[in-house]
């Protein structure tokens, strides 16, 4: 059984740098063509890709929000992390951490409870 | 990617018929997923690859188009069905979602 769980800070003020961690199991990134990917969304809205890692290192970001997104991942812990930097009150979401596959052919099959984070001074 | 979902909000009662159209801006083959969120909740996965339930998903629910143009259809509508319904493309980076389509009762 998969599951997945987001952690951080539920508030940050703008400009700061958000770093949010999420701890996995039930799979590894020790199998081929596994990921883990990162989505938010606003209070009310549509869901927003964010980025997502895979296996074997290869990293996508979303092109809008590209130079402020890092995703790394830590194969010994089982977690992946996202920074986003120069947070703005925009940026006030539901954070997920979601597992995927490379190929992309079977979705976004488990997902994590999610995370809501506030900008706000 | 650019997906396109309508209608945006649909009112209907139990026992109805319901389908959901996702248009591309283009060409995905068949790497399409629908998601449904209940308020509150994380997504759910009901469909991946335009047409495949997931496990688990119940059989009302089922999927079908390539190319451009998808739908997710519910046969007969259930009280735990109200809900938001999104569509994924996993075609190419970025892995875009539509915009959602809320479902109310009638």
């Known amino acids: 059984q998969i599951t997945l769980k987001e952690s951080g800070p539920t508030l940050v003020k703008p400009t700061q740098t958000l770093t949010l961690t999420c701890t996995f199991s039930?799979?590894?990134?020790?199998?081929?063509?596994?990921?883990v990917g990162w989505i938010r969304q606003p209070p009310g809205k549509a869901l927003e890709w964010l980025a997502v890692?895979?296996?074997?290192?290869?990293?996508r970001y979303s092109p809008s929000l590209k130079n402020r997104l890092t995703i790394t991942k830590d194969t010994s812990k089982n977690q992946v992390v996202l920074t986003i930097t120069n947070m703005d009150p925009v940026d006030t979401a539901t954070y997920y951490c979601?597992?995927?596959?490379?190929?992309?052919?079977?979705?976004?099959?488990?997902w994590g409870p999610g995370t809501l984070v506030t900008v706000s001074s | 990617i650019q997906l396109t979902q309508s209608p945006s909000f649909l009112s209907a009662s139990v026992g109805d018929r319901v389908t959901i159209t996702c248009r591309a801006s283009?060409?995905?083959?068949?790497?399409l997923a629908w998601y449904q969120q209940r308020p509150g909740k994380a997504p759910k996965l009901l469909i991946y690859?335009?047409?495949t339930l997931q496990s688990g998903v119940p059989s009302r629910f089922s999927g079908s188009g390539s190319g451009t143009e998808f739908t997710l259809t519910i046969s007969s509508l259930q009280p735990e069905d109200f809900a938001t319904y999104y569509c994924?493309?996993?075609?190419?980076?970025?892995?875009?979602f539509g915009g959602g389509t809320k479902v109310e009762i009638k």
């Open positions: 039930g799979f590894s990134f020790s199998s081929t063509g596994v990921g």
């Open positions: 890692i895979y296996w074997d290192n290869d990293k």
């Open positions: 994924q493309q996993l075609n190419s980076h970025p892995l875009t």
């Open positions: 690859a335009a047409s």
């Open positions: 283009q060409g995905i083959s068949s790497y």
């Open positions: 979601a597992h995927t596959y490379k190929s992309g052919w079977y979705g976004v099959d488990s």
